[in-house]
């Protein structure tokens, strides 16, 4: 019994000894290998949205020059492309009919001015005779009253009467020069009135501009632009392209923002250059069907680079902020517990940090506490991250902007 208890307590020592050789014989395994993050540094910048808005430019005039008279083409003067002068004569027409016209006004004028001369010597002579006689019948009033029975009644009552009757035909005479004035300004007002209407018989430009559009030519006739007729074609059409109105339809978002003399800057793509401009003027009003409203920017146009009916762009900035603190959106987490990031710290190692955001535009929020200017902070899926874990960080933090762009939208042409 002995020899086998012994046996047996050698057999079991064998078995724990060779299972423990086997043990401690086992190769050990490799740590967990580190993970790569990409990981953004907290900046300090401008931060705001901007909204990238479409538009066409027109000139700032457009007008149709007609005829304000029918007539023919005599003389034109310009063509398409050629570039004008305010006060320019354009062309000029053929109307007989108001030669003639003027030359009768102009005689009904010398006429009136006849009939005045006329009145005016009657009139000189009426006021000589009614003189003649008022003296003689206050001299003869005089005498009869100084002493009775000098002068026979019977005198002074004529005398009164050739008196009164002088009085009369002077003012008579007063009348006619009146009516002879008075038909002498009529006179002169008809004879305007040809001028004028002859005047219109030279088609001038209404202000500086390039002829766009030419649809009459020398021997044409051309109806008055007054004329309901169907024919009333205009002889050229004139735009001013000295300063150019760029149209965009402002969102209904951003439309109370827009403030007249709001400074722009205009992006041409096909001349991709940028030019200055200036907010002049809005409708004060949406478009019922797009929810637009239609703004206008000027630009100056006198070196004539820009073309009527170009497309550009204007990128209008809106919640602008200041020398702020901002991260990537993608960095935030919301948690029961909060607002977090994940920190890599100077020793690569993750941490959770509470934090407080402000501002938050598409790609970028503002931090109003809990990190620190040059902090990496990792972006993009933290599924397999946890607190307290070495990592390899790769920086994608791009460039800090002069001005850093939060959004971009397109508006529609």
Do not use: C
């Not at 057999?11 to 014989?25: E, H, K, N, Y």
Request: charged fraction near 20%; glycine fraction near 6%; proline fraction near 4%.
């Amino acid at each position: 019994m002995t020899q086998k208890k012994l046996f047996l307590a050698i057999a079991v020592l064998g078995v724990i000894g060779f299972v423990t050789w086997r043990w401690m014989d086992r190769p050990t395994p490799d740590p967990p290998p580190e993970v790569t993050v990409p990981v953004a540094r907290v900046q300090r910048g401008d931060l705001g949205d901007t909204l990238n808005l479409a538009g066409a430019f027109k000139p700032f005039q457009d007008v149709d020059v007609h005829a304000k008279v029918a007539g023919y083409v005599r003389k034109i003067y310009v063509d398409v492309g050629d570039r004008v002068k305010e006060g320019q004569i354009l062309a000029v027409l053929e109307v007989p009919e108001l030669a003639a016209q003027l030359t009768g006004a102009e005689a009904t004028v010398r006429a009136a001015q006849e009939q005045i001369r006329r009145a005016q010597g009657d009139l000189q002579r009426m006021q000589s005779s009614h003189a003649a006689v008022h003296s003689a019948y206050t001299r003869l009033k005089q005498a009869a009253d100084s002493q009775a029975g000098l002068v026979a009644q019977q005198e002074v009552d004529d005398s009164q009467a050739k008196d009164l009757e002088a009085e009369g035909q002077l003012a008579s005479a007063e009348a006619a020069l009146s009516a002879a004035q008075q038909q002498l300004e009529v006179a002169q007002a008809g004879q305007k009135q040809v001028a004028a209407m002859a005047a219109y018989t030279r088609i001038v430009a209404p202000f500086d501009g390039v002829v766009t559009s030419r649809t009459a030519d020398t021997g044409a006739l051309v109806a008055a632009g007054t004329s309901e007729s169907t024919q009333a074609i205009p002889v050229v059409r004139l735009a001013q392209t000295s300063v150019l109105r760029l149209v965009l339809p402002v969102p209904e978002s951003i439309a109370a923002n827009i403030q007249v003399g709001q400074a722009m800057n205009v992006h041409v793509q096909a001349l991709n250059k940028d030019f200055p401009g200036k907010i002049a003027r809005f409708s004060d009003s949406l478009d019922e069907q797009t929810r637009t409203m239609e703004t206008e920017i000027d630009v100056d146009n006198r070196d004539n680079k820009l073309l009527s009916g170009m497309y550009a762009e204007v990128a209008i900035k809106l919640n602008q902020q200041h020398a702020v603190l901002y991260i990537p959106l993608e960095a935030v987490l919301h948690t029961d517990k909060g607002t977090e990031v994940l920190v890599v710290n100077p020793q690569n190692v993750v941490e959770d940090r509470q934090v407080a955001l402000g501002y938050e535009g598409s790609t970028q929020v503002v931090v109003l506490s809990g990190l620190q200017q040059g902090e990496r902070v990792i972006v993009g899926s933290r599924s397999d991250i946890r607190s307290g874990q070495t990592v390899i960080s790769k920086d994608i933090t791009a460039a800090a902007p002069a001005r850093s762009v939060a959004s971009d939208s397109q508006g529609a042409h």
